[in-house]
């Protein structure tokens, strides 16, 4: 998928890098609106990756059943190891979507980096490493289905 963002370059979008929780889920528990988009997602061809400290440790349990990738971290490493597989994954080829302090390493690195303001709050110094802001998955999940949305807020 490629979104053509006026002033920037041309995205070619092959990955989407999710953290777990307070970004797709809330206290452990996936939101439920959260498994149809990401059905939506992976039909245009674009791989989804959950990368996660697990805080609550059910990851496995609520996404065994959808078409992602899940790698869990150690949480004393958990920023670098999201960084690691975004640079693997070839960074200028990748969306990421969270909400943590852990997440800043991952936005730095992929092309396009939307933070999560969900019901578990956002971190501060990751949303100023952002690209854009949006109040639920729901909406973040909508600028890659929608691709207007997310050129007419990134556009220069």
């Known amino acids: 998928m490629e979104i053509n963002i006026p002033g920037r370059e041309v995205v070619k979008i092959k990955n989407l890098l999710l953290d777990y929780n307070g970004t797709i889920a809330c ?9 149809e988009k990401i059905e939506a997602i992976n039909k245009k061809g674009i791989k989804l990756h959950i990368v996660t400290a697990d805080t609550h440790g059910t990851v496995k349990n609520q996404c065994s059943n959808m078409p992602v990738q899940i790698q869990i971290f150690d949480n004393s490493n958990a920023s670098e190891n999201k960084r690691e597989i975004v640079q693997k994954l070839k960074g200028e080829n990748c969306v990421c979507i969270g909400n943590g302090f852990n997440d800043g390493a991952m936005f ?12 578990e709050g956002c971190s501060v110094k990751s949303l100023m490493k952002a690209d854009v802001v949006c109040k639920k998955i729901e909406d973040a999940f909508d600028l ?4 207007n949305r997310m050129i007419a807020t990134l556009r220069g």
């Open 27 to 35: 206290d452990g528990k996936l939101i439920p609106s959260v498994k």
């Open 108 to 119: 730095k690195e992929c092309a396009i980096s939307i933070i999560v303001m969900g019901e």
């Open 144 to 147: 890659i289905l929608k691709p």
